[in-house]
């Protein structure tokens, strides 16, 4: 007998504007500026449970994750998909049986300081790694000494008997400038169509979350 228990999350998680001013500055200066984010057009965050045990189901859709600081220092990763602990095994497994990569999970990642400041990805045929299917779809990112960006795009995801749902965007934008005092961070996601469970079925979610720090002004 199968039990099944998801939470899903089908905002973005948009967190940590960090400023640290000296403490003989007069003026709006910042000795340290800082952004990170974690976005997805949908987001789970659950168990799974079945006559095997228990297994974390951490999934997204049209994910990305991306850090910039004034040190300087970025990180971004963009994916169509993030299908978490339990389909990396899966894969990892498929992988291993058959003796070379069969399976593999598509992202684009940048960093700086690094030689790899841009990337992309472009995952064509469908996935299926029971108990998550998922579709094509493509990513970028990004990054630079006061400059991280990424996009993507993910066609269906599913995940048996608990949640399907159809093609999502997500677009990210984040600057710092640590002498001017100012950070700047955009981010969007989107996803078509979400049904859960079979029984709640939401249309065209769209979430937004935009962060501005210019001196001692923060919106």
Known sequence: MKRL???TTLLPVLAALVLVRPATAADPVY???GVTAILAGVRTNGIVGASG???TLDTGSAFISARLDSS???TVLASPVEPGTLVRTLVGQGNGAAGSAVFAVPDAEATYPCSQNKSSCCKAPTSDQPPVTFGAGQATAEAGPA???GTST???FDIA???TSGPSTSSLSMTTSALEGKVTQTARTAVSKVTVAGVLTLSDVVATADITA???LHT
Request: charged share 15%.
């Open 53 to 55: 045990g228990l297994v």
């Open 147 to 149: 400059l991280a960006k």
């Open 154 to 156: 993910g066609a269906d």
């Open 31 to 33: 000795d340290q500026v």
């Open 72 to 74: 300087p220092s970025a």
């Open 161 to 163: 008997g608990a949640l």
């Open 214 to 216: 210019n001196g001692d």
């Open 5 to 7: 228990l998801v939470a």
